[in-house]
């Protein structure tokens, strides 16, 4: 009997997750003009409206551009010094792992202060370019988690029998280990990209006037109440962020059964 | 140079660009942060600069910021326990279920890769004046006019656990996963009920668990700004609210540094206890 009530209690938490979610995901094909309950018909009408809508598309262009510049930067870091912490013996290596997560450990608006009061004394004001090395070290630690995590399972094997049998440490970086990383790099920049697409608190701090990434634009029309529009844009948004992620396992699953017959 | 001595550099070329990174748009910024804190903001606009401790008095007496402060911690705090008591079961299930794991650990995922903003304000759908529980009871007969359901502390608890939910779920389901069924298959044959079992065995061996998701939950919650302006009415207003205000409205950013500073110390705190007590180790499994 307490079997059942944990399995009970389980599928209300996770309701409790995704209902809300999926209400959004629902009302943004309602052909209700208020875009609210009863639904009175499927439309797309809400999703012609956006894509119609200059600011929401500046702003997704504005959100993907930062995103994939914030992924290369981050994951580029990340992917080096995971390198470092799980091919060598490096000296405080506990000390060194702390402060690489150090991100996550500080509350985002002070993370956000701190850059933005320091960049601007320094001269460089609320800005694309601050707005950006926000996104990096804000996610910088994430890629450094996921790609270390990943890092571990690959053999050093490999890579020693290329070196023994003559290659250089260059040609059997760019042969051998890279190939073998690429899931886990992967896996870090598309991570890099999700956290940056979606983060809007530190971007409310960084982001010069004028400027809005999709976050903050939802965050801007939904002071005016919620309309059909925002339930669309967070459908997108949904497609966007959990359905890429979906696609790259899907591909990446392929490619390795087509690899491993 | 020796080979010794270039394999003993390699690591460093490698860590140099993360490590840059970090110490410049981290480390410095907050060191540079606890200075201007001394600064002042003069009323024509300009700082000057110097070593006045007016922000910091105001931060640390003034009630108004005092009161934000404990109404911050008392909503995390209600938040922590909250996830608690909701995630638990469900960890546990995760962990001793067979057929589901796989469906249910995938599922847990999901959320951290929606929009933090598009689950908060996808509430207001649910409860909102036009939302779906006001539309069900309104067809009911329940009520005659719609209620409004949102725009108070309880909406930004509301907000908060579902945000936070997953973290606690995940760390709790880590640590679940360590523990050797045995021990409490053990413990039951030696004549312990299954709830003796789970108290005197499983429990204790999960605290570490469900002590990072409670880390987790609390500083997030501690620390967030969205969640009470999208889900909160006016006098809900929590400290990284006082923080946006006072450096973006106000742009007094020496009293914002003081605001920023008391926010991390005390939730610098926290964070020392737990790593003093039980390492970073486990809050890094429960990333990862």
Known sequence: MGWNAIRIWTILVYGFMFLPVAVVVLLSFNANQFGSFPMNGVSLRWFEELWNNDAVMRAFRTSIVLGLMTAVISTTLGVLASLALV??????????????????????????????????????????????????????????????????????DVEEAALSLGANPVQTFFSVTLPLMLPAVAAGALFAFTISFDDITGTLFWKPGGVETVPTQIFSMLRNSISPEINALGTVMIIMTVGLPLLGAAVARKLAMKSGT | MSVEAREARQPWILLSPALGAVTLLLLVPLIFIIVYSFWLRSAVGGDQVGFYLDNWQKVLTDRFYRDILFNTLKIAAITTVVCALMGYPAAYFIARSKGSKMILLLLLMLP????????????????????????????????????QMLYNEGTVILGLV????????????????GIDTNLEDAATSLGATRWQAFLQVTLPL???????????????????????????????????????????????????????????????????????????????????
Request: hydrophobic residues 60%.
């Open chain 1, 87 to 156: 091919r060598y013996n490096v000296p405080g290596r506990n000390t060194i792992t702390t402060l690489l997560i150090a991100p996550i450990l500080v509350p985002e608006v002070v993370l956000a202060v701190a850059l933005l009061l320091f960049l601007n004394w320094l001269g460089l004001g609320k800005s694309f370019a601050l707005l950006l090395a926000g996104h990096v070290i804000f996610t910088l630690p994430f890629v450094i988690l996921v790609v270390q995590a990943r890092l571990v399972s690959i053999k050093r």
């Open chain 2, 112 to 147: 951290f890769w929606i929009s933090y903003i598009i689950r908060t304000m996808s509430w207001i759908n649910i409860l909102g004046t036009s939302g779906a529980l006001n539309s069900l009871l309104l067809s009911l007969g329940v009520i005659s006019d719609p209620i």
């Open chain 2, 162 to 177: 579902h945000f936070l939910l997953p973290f606690m779920v995940l760390n709790v389901y880590v640590s679940l996963e």
């Open chain 2, 206 to 288: 999960s605290l570490p668990g469900l002590a990072a998701g409670g880390l987790l939950c609390f500083v997030l919650g501690a620390g967030t700004y969205i969640t009470p302006v999208i889900l909160g009415g006016p006098r809900d207003a929590m400290f990284a609210n006082l923080v946006f205000e006072a450096i973006i409205t106000q742009l007094n950013w020496p009293l914002g540094s003081a605001l920023s500073l008391l926010l991390l110390i005390v939730l610098g705190v926290l964070v020392a206890i737990y790593n003093r007590y039980l390492g970073m180790s486990q809050l890094a499994k429960g990333l990862g």
